[in-house]
């Protein structure tokens, strides 16, 4: 009988939500941290995962990743491990800026309508983001074959790895929702990378 592959399961988890989301462009500011009504989605997100057998939690530096990772390593019994390659885009000269103002930018429609080839100023290409994300999972899959980790990030970053499992152009960024404590799973071996799900919201 033919035996079934070994594969890495990763719980791809967008952090929970904060008071300046859909308003500023946080990038890697200081300071951003979770606000009472993502702690409640993370705790909530904690005890969905808790029944998924799950054997690590990484997070991006940021904060407000790091206090959605806390939530769900108390959940399993874990500890934190902080994973600089699934950390926020350097976002570079946007950094803070507001939507609004990123709107007048004709650099923000430039980077928006070609994720393939465009770059941040001062900061990163999605391309360079993309390719640390799958990194890190290749480098995680061989670390802890039949692993299951939630791997707390952003949602670009999340997006770019989807994209990079089934083998999609960057541009096609915009047609992936991921909301704040959404969950994409995907599974990764020797063989390849699978995406189970995309953006599994349960909380509101």
């Known amino acids: 009988m033919k035996e079934a592959p070994v594969t890495t399961t990763f719980f791809l988890v967008r952090h929970a939500a904060h008071s300046r989301l859909d308003h500023v462009l946080a990038g ?27 054997t690590a ?14 939530e769900i390593a108390l959940s399993v019994a874990g500890e934190i491990t902080v994973e600089p390659a699934i950390d926020e885009i350097d976002c570079g000269e946007w950094t803070g800026c507001t939507f609004d103002q990123l709107r007048t930018d004709p650099r923000w429609t430039l980077w ?8 941040i100023p001062s900061g ?11 990194h890190y999972l290749g480098r995680q899959a061989d670390r802890e074959p039949e692993g299951r980790i939630v791997s707390v990030s952003h949602a670009d970053v999340i997006k770019a790895a989807l994209l990079g ?18 969950v994409s799973t995907v599974v990764v071996g020797d063989w390849g990378s699978k995406v189970l799900s995309v953006n599994e919201a349960f909380c509101s």
């Open 57 to 70: 939690v990484h997070s991006s530096p940021r904060e407000r990743a790091i206090e959605t990772a806390r």
């Open 124 to 134: 990163e290409s999605m391309a360079e983001v993309q390719q640390r994300a799958l």
């Open 165 to 182: 499992c089934i083998g999609a152009s960057l541009d096609r960024i915009g047609r992936i929702a991921i909301s704040p404590a959404g």
């Open 28 to 54: 890697r500011m200081p300071g951003i941290h979770l606000d009472d009504r993502g702690i409640a989605q993370a705790q909530r997100l904690a005890r969905r995962l808790s029944r998924e057998g799950v």
């Open 112 to 119: 928006n309508a070609a994720r393939s080839t465009a770059s």
